[in-house]
């Protein structure tokens, strides 16, 4: 379908030269296509707070690497915060501590 998995599963080709045969020239243009498509299709689904922190890159590939390391480190937060609000939200104030005791 469209070969979008061709920049995913095979490395940028090296730039063309004159010496290319056609068989290398069409390789690229699909290659150059399928990155282009998974660039765009990724860039829109990507959640707008986080598109700021990916590492900006051209290469699909190294797109998804950069958005791997931040899901993973994003989902450490998430669960730190879903921890934290889970305690806060069942302790009870019981008024035996101020702001200003040590």
Known sequence: VLDL???LSTDKPAALTDFNN???RSFHKAWERSNRLNLMFMRMTVANNIKSTI???DNSKEFM???ES???SESVDKSLV???MGTL???KFDGSR???QH
Do not use: G, V
Request: charged share 15%; glycine share 0%.
């Open 82 to 84: 879903r921890t934290l």
């Open 22 to 24: 056609a068989e290398q």
């Open 65 to 67: 690497k950069s958005f």
């Open 89 to 91: 939200t069942t302790i």
């Open 55 to 57: 590492f900006a890159t």
């Open 70 to 72: 931040i899901s993973q």
């Open 98 to 100: 101020t702001m200003h």
């Open 5 to 7: 998995d061709l920049a």
